[in-house]
């Protein structure tokens, strides 16, 4: 493989994080950069080097035509001081598909993941090592040719960010509000729904803002054509927990194929449940609760781990969960993946790469 290009920043004073992390908000010393090239050879060299802004030409295709994608995970101080990527290969896998559907060039993968530990491995000293807190990694790709033309550019930068990050829930693992919308949908069977593309979100945030002014933390989507079935929560994957089967809407191609999701059915698999991956009625969701058979309902990502729904609003109707204790199974959940990332529980499915 290709040697990368490293000008490290040498610091004059330790790293200090303030005690407050808003998530997002700080990022480190290092950022990895490469361009590619259509008309020289495609990619280029890998370089990592200090934490810059960019300059970019206004004309760059990315801001008019938004050919842009992007990952998410996190590197973990565990408790042996080992630093662990969780599953770091399948965000790789992802970042590709999305490029493939997006019409930008795709990453080697062993290029991609060699990029993610060594500038994690550069930037150590910014994971901090409180419970509950990590360092999120950011990869992306945007379009930088500058040109009006409607087509796929020819010109790319892939950069890898990293900012250290608080635990989701500071005031512990609380269940959150969730509105379903049927107002207005977010993706489309065959659109690029099931991808990690910059646009999705964009049309997501007039949902997510007017539940917010009606007191409720996420949106929960239905899907775009019959608005009958649930889809998944903002940036989460949804289960549905009924009395006898452990149910998530099938990957219907306008459904982001969550790593946590992947991860909790292996998991709920080997722990005996009935977990099915289909379609979801919401009406289907509500009889279940009016009959009793509804035990709880959580979300899945990699920011939050598990979050347990304590309420959700559908129109005039609202079920009402528990308030202030999550459900039971989204807690064993929460304490096994957490606690295989963070190295309390034995990585027994091979889902942890060390940095070093
Ligand atoms: C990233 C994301 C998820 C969760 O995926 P993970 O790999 O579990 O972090 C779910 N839905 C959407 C829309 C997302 O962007």
């Known amino acids: 493989m290709e040697d990368f290009i490293i000008e490290k920043v040498e610091r004059k004073s330790k790293v200090e994080l303030p005690e407050n992390l808003v998530f997002g908000k700080i990022f480190t010393d290092h950022i990895f950069e490469m361009d590619y090239d259509e008309s020289n050879g495609g990619w280029q060299k890998p370089t990592i080097k200090k934490f810059h802004d960019l300059s970019i030409s206004p004309a760059a295709m990315v801001f008019h035509y938004g050919q842009a994608i992007f990952e998410g995970l996190k590197a973990y101080k565990q408790v042996n001081g080992k630093i662990a990527l969780f599953r770091p290969e399948e965000n790789v896998k992802r970042l590709n598909r999305s ?11 062993e290029l991609a993941l060699k990029a993610i530990k060594e500038l994690v491995r550069i930037d150590k000293d910014w994971i901090p090592s409180k419970p509950g807190y990590s360092l999120y990694i950011r990869p992306f ?16 930068k892939f950069m890898i960010i990293l900012s250290p990050v608080g635990p989701y829930y500071p005031e512990g693992f609380l269940p959150v509000p969730i509105m379903v919308t049927d107002k207005y949908v977010r993706a489309v069977r065959k659109g690029t729904g099931d991808c990690k593309a910059a646009g999705n979100y964009a049309a997501g945030l ?76 919401i009406h289907e969701v509500i009889d279940a609760y009016n009959n009793g058979k509804l035990l709880e309902i959580f979300g899945t990502g990699t920011a939050a781990v598990i979050s347990s729904v304590s309420r959700l609003k559908y129109n005039d109707k609202i079920l009402q969960f528990n308030d202030t204790k999550p459900g039971e199974l989204a807690t064993k959940l929460y304490e096994e993946l957490t606690g295989i990332q963070y190295g309390k529980i034995e990585d027994r499915y091979g889902w942890i790469t060390y940095v070093d």
């Open 99 to 109: 490029a493939r559907r997006l019409c930008i060039p795709e990453v080697e993968p």
């Open 141 to 156: 790709i945007i379009a930088t040719e500058p040109c009006f033309g409607v087509r796929a550019s020819n010109n790319y």
């Open 206 to 281: 007039l949902a997510q803002s007017e539940a917010k002014d009606e007191g409720y933390s996420q949106v929960l989507w239905l899907d775009a054509i019959e608005q009958n079935y649930i889809e998944e929560v903002g940036a989460m994957n949804i289960f549905v927990r009924f009395k006898d089967e452990v149910a998530t809407p099938m990957l219907s191609g306008s459904i982001l194929p969550g790593i946590t999701r992947m991860s909790v059915i292996q998991l709920l698999k080997d722990w005996g449940y009935n977990v099915t991956e289909r379609l979801i009625s």
